[in-house]
């Protein structure tokens, strides 16, 4: 599966991977069970230490945007399922890289859109 490329270091690891795994999470096809199978939090994290320390800004607002998906993608989980710890996990594995998320949300442009 494509989420084998979604890593720092892999061969295929480039541009449109990174725009191809947003649009899969993106699209909600995917459950976020299955999406936690391929260690995707932890590959993100990993991603996003990367990015931030070599100023790589093709991918931040990608980035934000696959988080958020994920996040929505718990959030609903929660809903159905009250007593899941899922959410709960995968927000505390995103935490672990807040100083890089706020790096990258103050040099995204999406924030810069959202505030005019």
């Known amino acids: ?21 947003r ?3 993106a699209s909600r ?3 976020i069970e299955e999406l936690l ?7 993100l994290n990993k991603i996003m230490q990367d990015v931030v320390s ?10 934000l945007i696959i ?7 718990v959030a609903e989980l929660k809903k159905t399922d009250p007593n899941s710890k899922v959410p709960q996990q995968v927000f505390n594995r995103l935490l672990v890289n807040f100083k890089y998320f706020s790096k990258l949300l103050t040099a995204s442009d999406i924030v810069s859109m959202t505030l005019f």
Do not use: C, R
Not at 67 to 73: G, K, P
């Open 23 to 25: 649009a899969m999470v």
């Open 67 to 73: 988080m958020n998906e994920i996040l929505h993608l």
């Open 29 to 31: 096809e995917i459950p």
């Open 1 to 21: 599966m494509l989420l084998e490329y979604f890593s720092v270091g892999h061969a295929k690891f480039n541009a449109f991977t990174v725009k191809i795994v």
């Open 37 to 43: 199978q391929h260690d995707i939090v932890t590959k």
């Open 54 to 63: 070599k100023n790589v800004e093709w991918a931040s607002d990608h980035l």
